[in-house]
């Protein structure tokens, strides 16, 4: 390869680690966040002046999906450590999480966005249960209810945020 297209090579390999970097940004590390603070920042630039187009109801500029949803969806599981989030994709994973007053007992989530638009239909959750039998995590299974009022309550904490930005 000549000089002249290794130089191009590598500026093209550092402007694809900068791109995927600015996306960073977006979330406040879990440490030192109090509970029930957000983990979206509230201030400053959205992470999407790159791929951010049109802008229309309910998404933002670098979020591929329903911003209310996934904005709610952080809000409600704010208690549980975050292991991934993908606002492009739309999918929210949490670590584990045991309550204090059960600790021989574990839960872990996923969320899937699946549209743009503020829909019911638009969301799915699936809760993950464990409990620990001599020393060993071993799945358990998860009222299927449990995930209808996880689900119910992302709706309305997305209904309550988007009524308060059409407010203002």
Excluded: H
């Excluded at 500026?11 to 979330?27: D, W």
């Excluded at 021989?104 to 829909?119: C, G, P």
């Excluded at 060993?136 to 209904?159: F, M």
């Amino acid at each position: 390869m000549t000089q002249p297209g290794r130089m191009l090579w590598k500026a093209a390999i550092c402007l694809v680690a900068a791109v995927a970097l600015s996306a960073c940004s977006m979330f406040k590390p879990d440490e030192g966040r109090q509970p029930g603070q957000s983990r979206v920042s509230d201030g400053g630039s959205s992470g999407g002046g790159l791929f951010g187009g049109r802008r229309n109801a309910g998404a933002q500029d670098g979020i591929g999906v329903n911003s209310y949803l996934w904005r709610a969806s952080l809000d409600t599981l704010n208690f549980m450590p975050l292991e991934s989030a993908d606002p492009f994709g739309g999918v929210i994973i949490t670590d584990w999480y045991s309550d204090p007053t059960t600790p021989t007992e574990r839960f872990k989530a996923s969320v899937y966005i699946l549209d743009t638009r503020l829909r019911a239909d638009a969301l799915n959750v699936s809760i993950f249960r464990q409990t620990q039998v001599n020393g060993q995590w071993t799945d358990a299974s998860v009222d299927p209810d449990t995930e209808i009022q996880i689900e119910n309550a992302i709706l309305t904490r997305a209904r309550q945020l988007r009524l308060s930005t059409l407010g203002n």
